[in-house]
């Protein structure tokens, strides 16, 4: 019986063992067909996340060309050393060696690594890498686990900063963008790395000039150095666009610039910048644009350094204004085309009406810009002399209201219709907004001042071009574009932009030949660029004009077309504290309409501003019992 009853409890104790073993089997076959079937793939996935990493590919951006189809941005092949994320934290003697062979600073670095918050996507370190680190790289491969060189199309501007406000420039997107733009479309194209445009043309057209990125999947070892190369999705380029600027043209105006600039600061005068606009009149297309000072892109499109941005930043002359479409400047004398215009038109006076200037007007003590007195003169001697007290008459007899009404026909105080980013609108004198800013009222001094482009008139050097524009192509108004053509991926066009026709000016075609004749006398002998057009070969009508400046010098400005009786250009330039337009901005017109109708053009000294330089601006009010100067006979040019 005892023997019985101890089998029975060794059977049980066996029984029991039997069961958790049993029982543990189960679980764990249970387990492993959760692992290996339900979520095989999640895991499986999980594996192969561990294993490979995908390596994005970034798109060549579109081309753009100008209108004879030379590259005036394109792309580059260029080396780039990218990080690939681990998950773990870096060494920091690896980053200290990378630092080290990029000359970089080890907290920049770091500082990218940390601030990458996607995934295993490549964080990009440094662009356009010479042959020399790139092989020092390689030679500490084995010191560098997840350091990668890649070859990458690089943004290149091979005119450097040649039109760099009109081009833009471009950047890396930034992790906070990204975010942003995850937010709003979580199937967005745009990932880490992506070069997007961030001012001009390139911002402008970023949809059609940055192309798809593509990417490559590489298997990485256990210290995340790649090992091979597994698929990859190619990349698909930008589209192209093309251009109504003249490469040529825009070097010439660039170097015109440039020379005058030079010229003038060695004559004393603290010129600080220039703007500068060239447009076929008959179209609206535009042939060359310059804002002086400029900024070269590539420092962008390479990963701009600290000094660099600062010394962009703190430059006084602010080289990232596009100053041809958001400067504004009080247009001085050429206003005069308008008010003379408007004093014609509604007949306050006839052309061969003579108006004595004894130095200052007989209602109001104003006078010309230098004391002169000019005697007896009719529209077109006091056009082509720009005389202040004919114009102060002239603003007398048409009034405000006039002057605003034909203003308006001209365009001033309303945006151009360019296609650029940061257009103003400029501003045209009035009592209601002199009402409406300082609460004031009108007094008739004030019309005076806006008769000669004075008092709360402010233009943009686009604004003028497209004044003369009508002036010179019989009164029709067509908005200027810059843009001429958008290709598709295979580079036929996708869409074409011409001529744009906004109005007819409402002035009968002999009023306005009476204001083109007063124009070409500008150029002429006796004119206020007589001397500096004297022997020009082509037939040129402009007028010079110099503004009052707030804050310094006078503002220099010169507008011109050309041939005067076939118009095929219009050129303005605008010269800050340039002093007086036909010394200072004037030699700016001509080199670009010598370089335009291939004139040789004989590079001495300008002295014309040098001569002219006293500094009071047209306008500018002469104390009362001052004896009026330089009294000027019928063949002196006067100053402007």
Not at 605 to 619: H, I, L, Q, R, V
């Amino acid at each position: 019986m005892l023997e019985s009853l101890y089998k029975r409890k060794k059977t049980n104790r066996f029984d029991v063992l039997f069961y958790i073993v049993a029982g543990i089997f189960i679980v764990l076959a249970l387990r492993l067909m959760t692992l290996q079937i339900l979520s095989g793939g999640y895991y499986q996935a999980k594996a192969e996340g561990n294993r490979l990493r995908m390596v994005s590919m970034t798109a060549a951006r579109g081309i753009m060309y100008d209108r004879n189809g030379q590259i005036l941005v394109g792309s580059r092949p260029a080396y780039t050393i990218s990080i690939l994320p681990t998950g773990k934290a870096l060494d920091e003697g690896e980053v200290a060696k990378l630092a080290a062979l990029l000359k970089m600073k080890s907290e920049d670095i770091t500082k990218k690594v940390n601030d990458h918050k996607y995934g295993y996507e490549p964080i990009r370190i440094a662009n356009d890498i010479s042959m020399d680190v790139v092989t020092s790289i390689e030679e500490h491969r084995h010191e560098l686990p997840g350091v990668t060189i890649d070859v990458e199309p690089l943004r290149y501007y091979p005119y450097e900063t040649m039109a760099s406000q009109l081009f833009g420039y471009v950047g890396e997107v930034s992790e906070e963008e990204l975010e942003e733009l995850k937010q709003q479309d979580p199937n967005t194209l745009i990932s880490g790395g992506t070069i997007l445009g961030r001012s001009g043309l390139e911002k402008l057209y970023d949809s059609i000039l940055r192309g798809t990125d593509g990417g490559k999947q590489v298997e990485v070892d256990a210290t995340g150095r790649p090992v091979a190369e597994v698929d990859r999705k190619h990349t698909v380029p930008g589209s192209n666009i093309h251009l109504t600027i003249d490469a040529n043209l825009q070097k010439a105006a660039e170097e015109a610039v440039k020379n005058q600039l030079e010229q003038l600061r060695a004559q004393g005068i603290p010129a600080q910048g220039a703007a500068v606009v060239a447009m076929d009149p008959n179209t609206g297309a535009i042939l060359a644009m310059v804002s002086a000072p400029e900024f070269n892109p590539n420092w962008f499109a390479k990963g701009i350094t600290t000094a660099q941005w600062n010394q962009l930043n703190n430059d006084k002359n602010h080289p990232f204004d596009n100053k041809v479409i958001s400067g504004e400047y009080p247009p001085g004398s050429p206003f005069k085309i308008i008010t003379g215009t408007a004093a014609l038109d509604l007949k306050k006076v006839t052309p061969e009406e003579m108006i004595f200037d004894s130095g200052k007007h007989w209602l109001i003590d104003k006078r010309n810009a230098e004391g002169e007195a000019l005697g007896w003169l009719n529209f077109n001697k006091a056009l082509a002399k720009s005389d202040n007290v004919y114009f102060y008459e002239m603003g007398n007899r048409v009034g405000i209201e006039g002057l605003v009404k034909y203003a308006g026909y001209f365009g001033i105080g309303e945006k151009t219709g360019i296609n650029l980013v940061g257009e103003a609108s400029g501003n045209m004198a009035s009592p209601a907004y002199k009402r409406k800013v300082y609460d004031e009222d009108w007094y008739l001094g004030e019309t005076f001042d806006a008769a000669i482009g004075q008092s709360f008139t402010l233009v943009t050097p686009l604004q003028m071009a497209v004044m003369l524009s009508e002036v010179a192509n019989g009164g029709i108004k067509y908005r200027p574009y810059v843009v001429s053509r958008i290709d598709n991926k295979d580079g036929t066009p996708k869409e074409i932009f011409g001529p744009d026709k906004l109005g007819i000016l409402p002035v009968p075609k002999n009023i306005m030949d009476l204001v083109r004749e007063g124009l070409r006398d500008v150029t002429n002998e006796g004119g206020t660029a007589g001397e500096l057009f004297k022997g020009f070969p082509i037939d040129v009508a402009g007028k010079t004009g110099t503004s009052e400046n707030a804050h310094g010098r006078d503002h220099g400005w010169f507008v011109a077309y050309a041939p005067y009786d076939k118009p095929q250009i219009v050129v303005v330039a605008l010269v800050e504290q340039g002093s007086f337009g036909a010394g200072s901005a004037g030699p700016i017109v001509k080199d670009i309409l010598a370089a335009y109708f291939n004139v040789p053009v004989n590079k001495k000294s300008n002295d014309t501003n040098s001569k002219s330089n006293k500094e009071t601006a047209t306008g500018t009010s002469i104390n009362k019992g001052q004896k009026p100067q330089n009294a000027v006979t019928s063949g002196q040019p006067r100053k402007d």
